[in-house]
T-cell receptor
Framework: GESVGLHLPTLSVQEGDNSIINCAYSNSASDYFIWYKQESGKGPQFIIDIRSNMDKRQGQRVTVLLNKTVKHLSLQIAATQPGDSAVYFCAESPGGYNKLIFGAGTRLAVHP | EAGVAQSPRYKIIEKRQSVAFWCNPISGHATLYWYQQILGQGPKLLIQFQNNGVVDDSQLPKDRFSAERLKGVDSTLKIQPAKLEDSAVYLC????????????FGQGTRLTVV
């Protein structure tokens, strides 16, 4: 299938390791953030979200951390699996849910 | 539940030609979005519909792009005339309301303008 992000920064990890994907957002007024996963040839898939009144939120094998002071967002994936290989995008919503601004994305490559 | 359907899957056209993409959202979803995703970048919102009305088209190049959502269900996005820089994946998404958390994306249409 076609690749979504041939020129994206790549994070390479070994299967079973933990992965941390980072994102710097631009708008200090953004109060809602989402991480999406996009596999080759597919549309983005919602992973986890967090509101600005929270610092951390956990899902199944994933954790999102928000640092509003430095406008930084991270996605942690525990026990990374080959099926986690994809491009990951953070998206911010300035002032509500009406609009999403996507970041450039990071490619996660999981090696056996 | 069926997902968001898009067609065609791929399209190659010459510059200055016209092209149209079709999207069928998830049944019952009031909000429909069209995004443009250039290779190596995140998706960029082109237009957002609530039922058959436009909510946001601020980033739609209106001199060449148009979109409609007649009857508040299916939608078409048209480019006329196409330019080389329009080469991208065009993604359609839908949600029950206006909240993007509920948005489900289609597989997209890969457009190549030569």
């Amino acid at each position: 299938g076609e690749s979504v992000g041939l020129h994206l920064p790549t994070l390479s990890v070994q299967e079973g390791d933990n992965s941390i994907i980072n994102c710097a957002y631009s708008n200090s007024a953004s109060d809602y953030f989402i991480w999406y996963k996009q596999e080759s040839g597919k549309g983005p898939q919602f992973i986890i979200d967090i509101r600005s009144n929270m610092d951390k939120r956990q899902g199944q094998r994933v954790t999102v951390l928000l640092n509003k002071t430095v406008k930084h967002l991270s996605l942690q994936i525990a026990a990374t699996q080959p099926g986690d290989s994809a491009v990951y995008f953070c998206a911010e919503s300035p002032g509500g849910y009406n609009k999403l601004i996507f970041g450039a994305g990071t490619r996660l490559a999981v090696h056996p | 539940e069926a997902g968001v359907a898009q067609s065609p899957r791929y399209k190659i056209i010459e510059k200055r030609q016209s092209v149209a993409f079709w999207c069928n959202p998830i049944s019952g979803h009031a909000t429909l979005y069209w995004y443009q995703q250039i290779l190596g970048q995140g998706p960029k919102l082109l237009i957002q519909f609530q039922n058959n009305g436009v909510v946001d088209d601020s980033q739609l190049p209106k001199d060449r792009f148009s979109a409609e959502r007649l009857k508040g269900v299916d939608s078409t996005l048209k480019i006329q005339p196409a330019k080389l820089e329009d080469s991208a994946v065009y993604l359609c998404a839908s949600s029950l309301g206006g909240a993007h958390t509920e948005a489900f994306f289609g597989q997209g249409t890969r457009l190549t303008v030569v």
